[in-house]
């Protein structure tokens, strides 16, 4: 997978899960993970929790509002887009594809 | 619940299931991987009992399945196979050579969920020289690229590459681009099985190799993006072992067309290791409990150069089936290593290949079929040693 590389994007454009991914709770590992071809990526944690609000009616800006409320006082910005900048440098995530 | 890793001596759980769903193929080709003698194997698992190892493996931990054999397509219900397994999560790969690939199959394919296909391409007839050029080949696989790129797949080609087609790696790399690949693996042969029986006939020269890998990054250079291009250097030509399965019982399991469970598809060839058949025995028990998957993991097993190798962590000592092939036996360094003693075996191949044309008397090409494989069976059961 090379370097993770910081791609930035529209903040407030829907995202998803980009085509040939899979995002799934694995039991196994106790964790979510992003399966592809041939590999797997563990999202233990947060990185978890961010990556299951990428559905492709949420904007980068729509998940931090909705996991604020939900953690309120919790500053989270920083590492929301930290980590949605680097899913989308590897590829994982996209800007919702036109229908 | 069980995770890995809380017992620090018991092994974590597999990730990648290989359902060698069958043996039988269309195709001969001379450098396969499996086994030479597989026709002396039990019937194949029926549908029932492989759906029971897809939902074994997959609550063992398995997030990738790789639907491959022989060809998988000559089985009639790789259909319900490949629903079932995504309906339990996994992601699906299915390793072809397209032939028997029609669209009504891969329409139900694509409903049942298959992820992903890859693509291979190979001399499918007995003119080897010919097969770049055989516009049957070629059609075949423009009308089978056509219909993965309909059902919106990857374009994924695999072409696996010796002496006889190495110098052609740039028009096989202009025929992946016009048929629309995003990603080639150009995997040069890795000498087991029938490719082991012909590896006098299909090693490459270090010439032919450095010209290929040329062409190859020039190739590269022009397409950039639009192509990803992974070239495969053949171990012979190597001076350390690759880590073989990523180590013994560590990442993998096969599971065979009769049901046998292997640490890798090689492995069944090892003397002295029986190995489970998931018709006896449950998925877990064979990966975690089973005498033959934990033959070699850990280091306890190993003698010297790797016992006490700075590197052992990293390769594992290398492949226990080639240095099994190569040196009697199967705990001795991957000669491939040229800190091993057997190391001249595998530079002394090399030596040959690099002579400009192959001696007169050189092993005549042993092609993979049936008949090739009971004359190999009954060969190894007359040099057998019965214990």
């Given at each position: 997978?090379?370097?993770?590389?910081?791609?930035?994007?529209?903040?407030?454009?829907?995202?998803?899960?980009?085509?040939?991914?899979?995002?799934?709770?694995?039991?196994?590992?106790?964790?979510?993970?992003?399966?592809?071809?041939?590999?797997?990526?563990?999202?233990?944690?947060?990185?978890?929790?961010?990556?299951?609000?990428?559905?492709?009616?949420?904007?980068?800006?729509?998940?931090?509002?909705?996991?604020?409320?939900?953690?309120?006082?919790?500053?989270?910005?920083?590492?929301?887009?930290?980590?949605?900048?680097?899913a989308h440098g590897n590829g994982w995530i996209r800007p919702k594809a036109p229908r | 619940m069980?995770?890995?890793?809380?017992?620090?001596?018991?092994?974590?759980?597999?990730?990648?299931?290989?359902?060698?769903?069958?043996?039988?193929?269309?195709?001969?080709?001379?450098?396969?991987?499996?086994?030479?003698?597989?026709?002396?194997?039990?019937?194949?698992?029926?549908?029932?009992?492989?759906?029971?190892?897809?939902?074994?493996?997959?609550e063992l931990g398995c997030t990738q399945l790789g639907f491959s054999g022989g060809e998988p397509?000559?089985?009639?219900?790789?259909?319900?196979?490949?629903?079932?397994?995504?309906?339990?999560?996994?992601?699906?790969?299915?390793?072809?050579?397209?032939?028997?690939?029609?669209?009504?199959?891969?329409?139900?394919?694509?409903?049942?969920?298959?992820?992903?296909?890859?693509?291979?391409?190979?001399?499918?007839?007995?003119?080897?020289?010919?097969?770049?050029?055989?516009?049957?080949?070629?059609?075949?696989?423009?009308?089978?690229?056509?219909?993965?790129?309909?059902?919106?797949?990857?374009?994924?080609?695999?072409?696996?590459?010796?002496?006889?087609?190495?110098?052609?790696?740039?028009?096989?790399?202009?025929?992946?681009?016009?048929?629309?690949?995003?990603?080639?693996?150009?995997?040069?042969?890795?000498?087991?099985?029938?490719?082991?029986?012909?590896?006098?006939?299909?090693?490459?020269?270090?010439?032919?190799?450095?010209?290929?890998?040329?062409?190859?990054?020039?190739?590269?250079?022009?397409?950039?993006?639009?192509?990803?291009?992974?070239?495969?250097?053949?171990?012979?030509?190597?001076?350390?072992?690759?880590?073989?399965?990523?180590?013994?019982?560590?990442?993998?399991?096969?599971?065979?067309?009769?049901?046998?469970?292997?640490?890798?598809?090689?492995?069944?060839?090892?003397?002295?290791?029986?190995?489970?058949?998931?018709?006896?025995?449950?998925?877990?028990?064979?990966?975690?409990?089973?005498?033959?998957?934990?033959?070699?993991?850990?280091?306890?097993?190993?003698?010297?150069?790797?016992?006490?190798?700075?590197?052992?962590?990293?390769?594992?000592?290398?492949?226990?089936?080639?240095?099994?092939?190569?040196?009697?036996?199967?705990?001795?360094?991957?000669?491939?290593?040229?800190?091993?003693?057997?190391?001249h075996l595998i530079t002394e191949a090399v030596e040959k290949a690099d002579r400009p044309t192959?001696?007169?008397?050189?092993?005549?090409?042993?092609?993979?079929?049936?008949?090739?494989?009971?004359?190999?069976?009954?060969?190894?059961?007359?040099?057998?040693?019965?214990?």
């Amino acid at each position: 997978m090379g370097q993770p590389q910081r791609i930035a994007f529209d903040h407030d454009a829907p995202i998803e899960i980009a085509k040939y991914y899979r995002f799934q709770w694995e039991p196994a590992q106790d964790c979510h993970v992003i399966l592809y071809p041939e590999g797997m990526v563990k999202l233990p944690g947060s990185s978890g929790e961010i990556m299951k609000r990428v559905d492709g009616t949420r904007s980068l800006n729509g998940i931090i509002t909705e996991l604020e409320q939900q953690f309120p006082g919790v500053d989270l910005r920083a590492d929301v887009v930290d980590f949605l900048e680097v899913a989308h440098g590897n590829g994982w995530i996209r800007p919702k594809a036109p229908r | 619940m069980e995770t890995a890793g809380s017992d620090p001596k018991r092994p974590g759980n597999p990730l990648w299931l290989l359902a060698e769903i069958t043996y039988k193929c269309p195709l001969h080709c001379v450098f396969c991987y499996n086994p030479t003698d597989y026709t002396s194997y039990g019937p194949e698992l029926n549908t029932d009992e492989w759906l029971k190892v897809l939902r074994e493996g997959r609550e063992l931990g398995c997030t990738q399945l790789g639907f491959s054999g022989g060809e998988p397509l000559m089985r009639d219900d790789l259909e319900v196979l490949i629903a079932e397994a995504r309906k339990l999560g996994y992601y699906t790969n299915l390793i072809t050579s397209g032939v028997g690939l029609t669209e009504k199959r891969i329409a139900a394919f694509k409903e049942g969920g298959l992820d992903h296909i890859q693509l291979s391409f190979q001399d499918s007839t007995r003119e080897m020289n010919d097969w770049l050029s055989s516009t049957k080949t070629f059609e075949l696989k423009k009308r089978v690229a056509e219909l993965i790129q309909q059902y919106d797949y990857p374009m994924v080609f695999n072409c696996v590459l010796h002496r006889h087609n190495i110098d052609h790696t740039q028009q096989i790399l202009e025929m992946a681009e016009q048929l629309g690949a995003e990603y080639v693996e150009l995997a040069n042969t890795q000498y087991y099985a029938w490719a082991f029986e012909n590896r006098d006939q299909l090693l490459p020269s270090r010439d032919q190799l450095q010209r290929a890998e040329e062409v190859t990054n020039k190739f590269r250079e022009r397409v950039g993006d639009k192509m990803k291009v992974y070239f495969v250097v053949p171990d012979y030509h190597s001076n350390r072992p690759k880590a073989c399965m990523n180590g013994w019982g560590s990442l993998f399991v096969t599971v065979t067309s009769d049901g046998v469970v292997l640490p890798c598809h090689e492995a069944r060839m090892l003397p002295g290791l029986t190995f489970p058949n998931v018709r006896e025995h449950d998925l877990k028990w064979i990966w975690y409990d089973s005498p033959g998957f934990n033959a070699y993991r850990g280091d306890a097993w190993m003698q010297e150069p790797c016992r006490t190798c700075p590197e052992k962590e990293k390769d594992f000592g290398g492949c226990r089936c080639q240095a099994y092939m190569l040196t009697g036996d199967a705990r001795n360094a991957d000669p491939v290593c040229d800190l091993s003693p057997f190391h001249h075996l595998i530079t002394e191949a090399v030596e040959k290949a690099d002579r400009p044309t192959l001696p007169p008397n050189v092993k005549p090409i042993v092609f993979r079929d049936d008949r090739n494989s009971r004359l190999l069976s009954a060969q190894k059961a007359d040099t057998t040693p019965v214990t």
